[in-house]
């Protein structure tokens, strides 16, 4: 056995250097992917965001899904028997997290809450905005921000859009 076994420490040391010429290639591109997807994720809640808007204004066409409260909150039901607060015939801020299924119940102005599955933070910053972030999204800031505009006590526009760091 006076037979060469094992590797030399040249060899062992040119093979650590391709991994981590590999290496230097590949951990940002998975990165930048991983990151991508988490967007679009965010992207597609905005999709869904659009959509249940847009069902709510035709939802509050109907007399019999409209409910004025005695305080003037008006809410309309629309699926599974849950009703939303609306202003006009849009969305109240409020209501986002509750409507995309994020969260049981409407959110109270001003508090940053989790999801309850605990993947979103939703706040209401106040009565004209209020947005969703993915939690651990790699130090990338980016929210959906739902912002509506008044007209005296009615909202008569929201714009839904993906702000702060997004591929868009």
């Known amino acids: 056995m006076?037979?060469?076994m094992g590797f030399s420490l040249l060899e062992l040391t040119f093979v650590i250097v391709i991994l981590s010429i590999?290496?230097?290639?590949?951990?940002?591109?998975?990165?930048?992917?991983?990151?991508?997807?988490?967007?679009?994720?965010?992207n597609d809640m905005r999709g869904k965001l659009t959509n249940a808007?847009?069902?709510?204004?035709t939802a509050s066409n109907i007399d019999s899904r409209r409910e004025t409260l005695a305080n003037g909150l008006v809410f309309v039901q629309?699926?599974?028997?849950?009703?939303?607060?609306?202003?006009?015939?849009?969305?109240?801020?409020?209501?986002?997290?509750?409507?995309l299924g994020l969260r049981s119940?409407?959110?109270?102005?001003?508090?940053?809450?989790?999801?309850t599955d605990g993947n979103y933070t939703c706040k209401n910053v106040n009565k004209s905005y209020s947005w969703i972030k993915m939690n651990k999204l790699e130090s990338t800031e980016c929210t959906l921000s739902y912002r509506v505009r008044?007209?005296?006590?009615?909202?008569?526009?929201?714009?839904?859009?993906?702000?702060?760091?997004?591929?868009?």
């Open 2 to 4: 006076n037979g060469k």
């Open 22 to 42: 590999l290496a230097m290639f590949a951990i940002p591109e998975y990165t930048k992917t991983h990151r991508e997807a988490k967007i679009a994720v965010l």
């Open 53 to 57: 808007v847009d069902n709510l204004k």
């Open 78 to 99: 629309y699926d599974s028997k849950k009703s939303y607060r609306v202003s006009g015939q849009t969305l109240y801020p409020t209501e986002i997290c509750h409507i």
């Open 105 to 115: 119940r409407a959110l109270l102005e001003g508090i940053e809450v989790d999801s």
């Open 150 to 168: 008044y007209n005296e006590d009615i909202i008569t526009s929201a714009d839904i859009k993906l702000v702060g760091e997004c591929l868009e």
